[in-house]
């Protein structure tokens, strides 16, 4: 063989086993989170399955089923799906409305899958970007208190309820013949996933650790505990969800209050997953695979759900990139269930409960809460107004109500602000100075300013603009802004530095305003960029990367 021949025939070997090894150290990643998020789903199924009525298997199975239908046509990335915290307490209420009539509440996950579908050929799924900060966070920790309180009673030995009030109520009764066994099994299961440490938790989830230890426990001493008794592992068996017209009627509500929860928590994990992926997803794709999904649960009598942002984070951390992830999971799933299926049947009531109030603290919002003393009082109120009517009346009126306050609110604020006034509205001298720097340093150094307010409404928009920066090495961010930033604003601002900052880009900020400067000190902004790096005027600042690009 010639030498020019075998030169090329080297290069190509070469570029082929680099192609091979790439494919198999991306096949190994998604098998390895497929599993890690398979043991993360297992106790949140089982217990989400239990706390809504359905049974630990309709838990399980739902997980299995959504996650493998809605991994295999949904997006490339490795979205996780099954039952969550917000949905299960849907799911919760409407049984409690219906008086636990399983089979017009599966009537109702049918629907719902059919409206997520629909909900997918449509443009408002674009709206979820546009709702306020202190909206989801006060639906969230809503929602992480609603768990929290619903397992209560089972925690001390007694039956759930699935309703905020009478479970309060029930408690207080119920405190006066507590299940001692029981209650000391939920005890130790809370110290087991609240306090276990942070290297055995990234190792094996605590959840999984306090499954095992306090199930062993309760088999060995032979404890007088409730326990799940049964689990199917048989496939369950495919049906037609019967309905009439005057039932679709009746029903539409819950079905629309069902889906919205459903493409909701979607969505947000599909803004997650785009995030630490740096994938786009398309949310009408999204939206339909979990829709078709739902609709599968619903003839197989299982749980309905949505992407979950735990399981999917996990996956991702764990190395998956690809949905073959997605259809991991569910597989090593059914595998522990047909396997340990005797050990499921033992695990007690009063862990799962243990379990769920953890996954319950999870979910609140322990980054707002930090802050919320510096926060205004608009979202103050927002936040609230939205908490409450979640954990007290309906999830949906919850957002709706939140939605529609801050809108007021902004609006008020916004009409008081504005006056006409007269004023120079270019700077000759600095507009020469950016000409010069654009020519000079071939956008290396670049100004950006952000011209007009800075608010929930525009945070999203600002953020994905800051993508487009690639090549610049010193970016003079110029917000010359009257107001105070608003709390989804200063957050959108700690993102944009987290951006620039993964793009290797040194920032810059100019804040002629000093109460602004003032609130971005007390959240930390300003720390996170340093102090030297923060100027009154634009001048300083471009003359400052001048001096440092040329060092």
Same mark, same amino acid.
């Given at each position: ?104 509440? %599966? @009537? ?5 899958? *059919?409206?997520? #579908? /629909?909900? !997918?050929?449509?443009?408002? =799924?674009? &709206? ?63 110290? %087991? @996933? ?5 290297? *055995?938790?990234? #190792? /094996?989830? !605590?959840?999984?650790?306090? =499954?095992? &230890? ?338």
């Amino acid at each position: 063989m010639p030498p020019d021949k075998i030169i090329t025939h080297n290069f190509y070997a070469k570029i082929f086993d680099m192609i091979s090894k790439l494919k198999l150290n991306i096949l190994f990643g998604d098998i390895l989170g497929g599993i890690n998020s398979a043991i993360i789903a297992l106790p949140q199924a089982l217990a989400f399955g239990v706390a809504t009525g359905f049974g630990a298997g309709a838990g399980l199975w739902g997980a299995i089923i959504l996650c493998f239908i809605a991994g295999i046509i949904g997006t490339k990335t490795p979205m996780i799906s099954g039952i969550t915290g917000p949905a299960a307490i849907v799911l919760a209420s409407i049984m409690h409305t219906l008086h636990y009539d399983v089979n017009t509440v %599966i @009537v109702i996950i049918a629907m719902a899958g *059919i409206l997520q #579908i /629909i909900l !997918s050929m449509t443009q408002l =799924l674009n &709206i979820v970007k546009y709702i306020p900060y202190p909206v989801i966070s006060g639906f969230m920790n809503g929602v992480g208190i609603i768990i929290i309180i619903l397992q209560l009673n089972p925690l001390i030995g007694h039956a759930t309820l699935s309703n905020t009030v009478d479970s309060i109520q029930k408690f207080f009764i119920n405190i006066h013949s507590i299940n001692n066994e029981a209650f000391l099994l939920g005890i130790l299961t809370l110290l %087991i @996933v609240f306090f276990i440490p942070k290297k *055995i938790n990234k #190792i /094996i989830p !605590s959840t999984v650790i306090a =499954l095992i &230890i306090c199930t062993f426990v309760s088999v060995k001493l032979g404890l007088d505990v409730d326990k799940i008794s049964t689990i199917s592992v048989e496939f369950p068996r495919l049906t037609m969800p019967k309905a009439n017209t005057g039932d679709i009627i009746n029903y539409l509500q819950y079905a629309i209050t069902l889906a919205i929860v459903l493409s909701s928590e979607s969505l947000l994990t599909g803004l997650v997953c785009e995030s630490l992926t740096k994938t786009k997803n398309s949310p009408k794709h999204l939206i339909a695979a979990q829709g078709i999904g739902n609709i599968f649960c619903a003839m197989t009598g299982t749980l309905p759900g949505s992407a979950a942002t735990m399981r999917t984070v996990a996956a991702i951390k764990a190395g998956a990139s690809t949905k073959i992830a997605a259809i991991v999971s569910p597989v090593i799933l059914i595998l522990l269930l047909y396997k340990f299926s005797w050990f499921v049947a033992e695990i007690p009531l009063a862990v799962l409960a243990g379990i769920l109030i953890k996954i319950g603290y999870d979910i609140i919002d322990v980054k707002l809460l930090k802050v919320i003393k510096y926060a205004p009082k608009d979202d103050l109120y927002v936040l609230w107004t939205v908490f409450l009517l979640t954990v007290f009346y309906n999830l949906i009126v919850a957002v709706g109500a939140g939605i529609v306050l801050a809108a007021l609110l902004y609006a008020k604020k916004a009409a008081d602000n504005t006056k006409l006034v007269q004023k120079t509205v270019y700077d000759t001298e600095i507009m020469e100075l950016e000409r010069h720097l654009e020519h000079d340093y071939h956008h290396k150094i670049r100004v950006v300013h952000i011209d007009g307010q800075f608010f929930f409404g525009s945070a999203t928009q600002l953020i994905s603009q800051f993508d487009e920066l690639l090549g610049t090495k010193y970016l003079i961010l110029n917000y010359d802004a009257c107001e105070s930033l608003d709390i989804s604003a200063v957050f959108a601002f700690e993102d944009i530095i987290m951006r620039l900052k993964a793009q290797k880009i040194k920032v810059l900020l100019v804040i002629p305003n000093e109460s602004l400067y003032n609130q971005l000190e007390k959240l930390n902004i300003i720390k996170q960029i340093g102090k030297r790096h923060v100027f009154y005027s634009e001048i300083d600042a471009i003359n400052f990367a001048k001096k440092i690009y040329n060092l």
